[in-house]
């Protein structure tokens, strides 16, 4: 049992692993941890926000004395400082394209790593082969060489001279193995179950599609991720601005309406009360004690005789007794407004510090779109002029392996196979460097697609041929 399913899992093992495609190397900077944080940062920004209607929200309580018979509660708002709801709305806006931007650069990042090291592992292994190819004419001339030891036309220095260009092709052959033997382990970061190298050239444009792309030259717009980037953030710089300045603006300091509740059964003060007062229902019970104290003369322990009228009138008795809440309904609201005076509060460094804050952004704008607008024209050129070198080297190479030229130059060379070796390595040795700078013109070309934004499209699935187009 044991043994069926260690079968099994590795017949399931051999399904799942397959070469490395272009399209698998592509596929899998979505998969990278950089792409993912970048592209939910972007969809977090870009989800609809609930701008605020107000600074702030308050329940405010005070209690009048500690006896808690007064009670007073209100609500007060803090409304926005005027325009600043228009700016809060323009700074989101302007963030959100920032980070749409920045996820557009950020992918370009991810993939021009990937295209670079599939193009440099293509091109090495194109440079491989030209080199086992020298090594083996390399070999045949030395093999020549030793036939015609002893005869007048053997040449000892240009024996030397080819086993020190073996050694040396050796060498290069060993550093082409290494080189692509480290290709595959970093492709392996990006897509680690592959089974061989399935990458060609056939997914890369020719030189004379590249010649054709860029003929009419690149036009820097606001397409570019990287001028796309920069006006991003130029936004937002300026809607900061403009946000912070609306902050100064806050003419109503707050608005409160609130209610004063008085709990009556709590309700106490102290009242002097008089001969009219005692004698009414609710102040009746401290009657007996307010006659007492007018008594003039006691017979027997009773009052035998009060004071007169006019002295029972004048005297009061101080009582702690209840209060009752007579106001009105309407008069248990209140409204509390506070206003600042803007006459006495100069605002001319807020204005003054928005008007900087603006003109820098809108320079390192600037400065950015010239550094793109210089970078992608330098690279147009450099890639067109390394194209018209690389015709040179190629049409020689073309020359020199046409049947025509071959037979003519094996007639003038007659019974001569050293010639004929020559030729052929001088066609091999430009070929090896027309591959190598091959690789130096896909470079330029890669770097000048990060700079342009076909990386950074997600409607193609080969952006080195339809990334600038």
């Known amino acids: 049992m044991k043994n069926v399913t260690l079968i099994s899992l590795a017949l399931s093992a051999a399904a799942i692993a397959s070469p490395l495609t272009w399209e698998r190397l592509v596929e899998s900077a979505k998969d990278d941890p950089k792409y993912q944080a970048a592209e939910k940062r972007s969809e977090a920004m870009s989800a609809n926000r609930n701008l605020k209607l107000w600074d702030k ?7 009048d004395g500690f006896s808690f018979a007064k009670h007073d509660f209100e609500l007060r708002v803090t409304p926005q400082a005027f325009g600043e709801r228009t700016a809060d709305k323009e700074h989101f806006e302007a963030v959100k394209n920032y980070q749409a931007a920045r996820f557009a650069v950020e992918r370009s990042t991810l993939l021009y790593d990937r295209y670079e090291r599939g193009v440099r592992y293509v091109l090495r292994k194109k440079i491989n082969e030209i080199n086992k190819q020298l090594l083996q004419v390399n070999s045949d001339r030395i093999e020549v060489l030793h036939l015609k030891a002893g005869s007048a036309s053997f040449s000892a220095e240009d024996l030397m001279t080819s086993l020190e260009k073996n050694a040396s092709l050796k060498s290069n052959l060993l550093s082409d193995s290494t080189a692509l033997r480290d290709a595959e382990l970093k492709l ?36 570019f991720p990287l001028v796309a980037l920069a006006k991003g953030k130029r936004d937002s710089d300026i809607s900061k601005a403009k946000q912070d300045a609306s902050k100064d603006r ?19 003060k102290y009242k002097d009360l008089g001969y009219n007062d005692v004698k009414k229902t609710k102040y009746n019970q401290y009657y007996n004690e ?20 006019e002295a029972v009138s004048a005297y009061t008795l101080r009582k702690l007794v209840a209060e009752s809440d007579d106001r009105k309904t309407a008069d248990k609201f209140f409204v509390n407004l506070a206003f600042r005076l803007p006459f006495f509060d100069s605002n001319k460094d807020a204005t003054l510090r928005e008007q900087i804050a603006v003109l820098d952004a809108e320079s390192d704008y600037l400065d950015d779109v010239r550094e793109v607008n210089q970078k992608v024209a330098r690279l147009t050129e450099e890639v067109l002029t390394l194209i018209d070198q690389w015709k040179v080297l190629k049409d020689y190479a073309e020359q020199v392996n046409a049947s025509g030229f071959m037979e003519q130059f094996a007639r003038n060379a007659g ?45 193609v699935s080969n952006h080195l041929r339809e990334g600038i187009r």
């Not at 179950?193 to 860029?214: H, I, R």
């Not at 307010?290 to 009228?309: L, W």
């Open 250 to 268: 806050d003419y109503i300091s707050h608005i409160g309406i609130g209610y004063s509740l008085q709990i009556e059964s709590l309700m106490e």
């Open 188 to 223: 392996k970061i990006w897509v680690p179950d592959f089974d061989g190298v399935d990458l060609d050239s056939t997914f890369m444009p020719s030189m004379e599609e590249l010649a054709e792309f860029l003929r009419n030259g690149v036009t820097v717009d606001e397409n």
């Open 57 to 63: 929200l308050e329940l405010r309580y005070q209690l």
């Open 415 to 459: 019974s001569d196979p050293l010639l004929l070796l020559r030729a052929r390595e001088s066609s091999l040795e430009s070929d090896l460097k027309a591959a190598k700078l091959e690789y130096d013109i896909y470079a330029r070309y890669l770097a000048l697609l990060d700079y342009a934004g076909g990386l950074a499209r997600q409607d």
């Open 290 to 309: 307010f006659m007492k104290n007018n008594c003039i003369s006691v017979v027997d322990g009773e009052c035998a005789r009060y004071a007169d009228a």
